[in-house]
Every structure is written in structure tokens, then in C-alpha cells.
């Protein structure tokens, strides 16, 4: 009996040192962050910004993969499936773990079940743009487009985020749009530039570079009061549409069964550079506000998020085309 509990216990031992160990060690090789959009795309930029970060903290390459589709449906599907072992991570965001679901027929994934939950790296608005030789300088200036001639407006639609602007618009009084869906930000841009599209809805980060060269001119931003991150910038709600608000967020999520220690030590490293000025101004700079907070916290967040709007994609029918 006793050689037998001298084995129990080394093997207790083993078991419970593991994820200690595992945490020690990690990172031990580059580890690839998949960012489900086109490069240059709001989530990339942070994603980007960050895994240089972590890469001079942690000590191994934190290199980012873009792998676009299907509102986000490809990387994330792909990121579900990898191995939990802490080397391939996904910066998910509000259509990847919230919107996807109720709207596609298929995601490939479950976003409450397939992931391990990291951090809220950061929140932000939508906005609405035009082309600086627009006729539009305000929504009631789209509106009467809109309504002297039916889809004379079309609208570039980048994202999941995008569509829900758009569709909320259609449902509260701008009707008679057109959206046009595209793969990502930069396509999406280069027609709105072109004039291939006379609207465009995309995230502050990767729209702000274009509105303060004077490339592209902000109509309102999404939040319900204005942002810090486009001064002066009125909100949809302020132009004839009360409680308008929808915001989008980018949280770091692993695969799940990902070694809890492993989550920890990514948490904490994040917490570090989210608590430093310089960072927290850069993330404003490129469009975020800076999140935080624990795994359970992300979690319990897109859990609200799913309740508050399930019921509102239904209603409004929204479906992938």
C-alpha cells in the first residue's frame, strides 16, 4: 500500500503542477494571433499595435494572421479548431461572438462554447462616411436622398457591425438604401473613394486615417453621446434618430481548453500594457477605447450582448447574403 501512495501522491503532484508549469514556460515559440478581417481593418490595427507588445514583453513573435470571409466566420471557425495549447489565439470582436449566429446559417463554431475568453481589448463606434465631394453632410441630407429616389443610395457594408448600423438605419426611418456587402475595410474604402458606393459604415480605427487626411468625410458616429475618438463628429442619436447606439469591441479569446494558467498569463500581460498611459493614448490614436477587465468578465459581457440583440436581428430579419 504504501509504494502505491507514494505513486498516488507523484502523480498528484504531476497533475496539479502542470498548469504552473505550462505558464512558466509560455511562450516558448511565436505565437500567431488570427484577426478574421483584411489587413488595415479596425480589428488588425489593434491587434497588430498589441501583439508587438506582447511580443517584447513575453518574448516570442506574436504574429498576426489575417483570414477574412464571411463576416469573420472563416478565422474565427479556424481559431476554434486549432490546437488549446496558447500558440494560436483569435482577436474575436461583436460579430465573431455575438451577431454572426443569429444572422448566418452556419458559423462553423459556437462562440460560447469553442472559446476560452482572454480580455476586452477595447470598444468603439461605428461611423458613417462619405467621399469629400458628397452632397451629404448630414443624415437628414441622406435621408432626402433616400427618399426622392429609391436605392439612389448604395452603402459599403465591411463588416457584421456594419450591416447591423445599416439595418438599424433602414428599420428607424432611413429607408429605401442599398448595402453593398464587402470583405473588409480596405475594398469597402476604396470604392467609397471611387464613388462605387456613396455611403460607407465602417469602425473609427480604420476610418480616422482617412477622415483627418481629408480622403473621406465622417457623417456621425454610432455612439449614443459623441466620441473622444472623432471630436465634433455628431451621433446618429443628435440627428433625428433618439437611442441610436450601436458599438462595436474587440476581445482576445483562445481556443477552448486552453490551459487556464495560460489565459491567466495573457490576461495579466495585457492588464500591464493597458494600464500604461503611452498604450492606453495609442489605442485612442488608432480608434480604440481601451478595455480590460478578467476572462469571466469578457464572457459575462457577450453574454449580455447576445441578449440584447437576438431579438432585435430577428425582428429585422437580418440573413447573411
Same mark, same amino acid.
Given at each position: 500500500m504504501k509504494p502505491l501512495r507514494m505513486i498516488a501522491a507523484l502523480a498528484a503532484s504531476v497533475l496539479f503542477t502542470q498548469p504552473a508549469s505550462a505558464a512558466d514556460s509560455y511562450p516558448s515559440k511565436p505565437v500567431r494571433i488570427i484577426v478574421p478581417y483584411q489587413a488595415g481593418q479596425g480589428t488588425d490595427v489593434a491587434a497588430r499595435y498589441l501583439g508587438e507588445y506582447l511580443a517584447r514583453s513575453m518574448g516570442q513573435p506574436f504574429i498576426v494572421e489575417n483570414r477574412p470571409g464571411a463576416g469573420g466566420n472563416i478565422g474565427a471557425s479556424e481559431a476554434a479548431r486549432a490546437a488549446p495549447d496558447g500558440y494560436t489565439l483569435l482577436m474575436g470582436t461583436n460579430g465573431t461572438h455575438v451577431l454572426n449566429q443569429y444572422i448566418y446559417a452556419s458559423t462553423n463554431f459556437d462562440p460560447a462554447k469553442d472559446f476560452a475568453p482572454i480580455m476586452l481589448v477595447s470598444s468603439f463606434p461605428m461611423v458613417l462616411l462619405t467621399a469629400p465631394g458628397s452632397p451629404y453632410n448630414s443624415l437628414s441630407d441622406l435621408q432626402d436622398a433616400a427618399k426622392s429616389k429609391a436605392d439612389s443610395v448604395n452603402v459599403g457594408m465591411p463588416s457584421t457591425t456594419a450591416r447591423l448600423v445599416f439595418e438599424l438605419l433602414k428599420q428607424q426611418g432611413v429607408a429605401s438604401i442599398r448595402g453593398i456587402p464587402y470583405k473588409?475595410?480596405?475594398?469597402?474604402?476604396?470604392?467609397?473613394?471611387?464613388?462605387? !458606393?456613396?455611403?460607407?459604415?465602417?469602425?473609427?480605427?480604420? /476610418?480616422?486615417?482617412?477622415?483627418?487626411?481629408?480622403?473621406?468625410? /465622417? #457623417?456621425?458616429?454610432?455612439? #449614443?453621446?459623441?466620441?473622444? #475618438?472623432?471630436?465634433? !463628429?455628431?451621433? !446618429?442619436?443628435?440627428?433625428?434618430?433618439?437611442?441610436?447606439? !450601436?458599438?462595436?469591441?474587440?476581445?482576445?479569446?483562445?481556443?477552448?481548453?486552453?490551459?487556464p494558467a495560460v489565459v491567466q498569463k495573457l490576461n495579466a500581460e495585457l492588464a500591464k500594457a493597458l494600464a500604461q498611459p503611452e498604450v492606453r493614448q495609442r489605442l485612442l490614436e488608432l480608434g480604440h477605447e481601451p478595455g480590460g477587465g478578467t476572462p469571466a468578465e469578457l464572457e459575462a459581457f457577450a453574454r449580455s450582448e447576445r441578449l440584447k440583440w437576438q431579438p432585435l436581428i430577428i425582428q429585422a430579419g437580418l440573413k447573411a447574403e
Open positions: 473588409g475595410s480596405a475594398t469597402a474604402t476604396t470604392d467609397l473613394m471611387g464613388g462605387q !458606393v456613396q455611403l460607407g459604415i465602417d469602425t473609427v480605427s480604420a /476610418a480616422r486615417s482617412f477622415i483627418t487626411s481629408g480622403k473621406l468625410r /465622417a #457623417l456621425a458616429v454610432t455612439s #449614443l453621446k459623441e466620441s473622444a #475618438l472623432l471630436p465634433g !463628429v455628431k451621433p !446618429v442619436s443628435a440627428q433625428g434618430l433618439p437611442d441610436f447606439q !450601436v458599438i462595436a469591441w474587440n476581445g482576445l479569446y483562445a481556443p477552448k481548453g486552453t490551459p
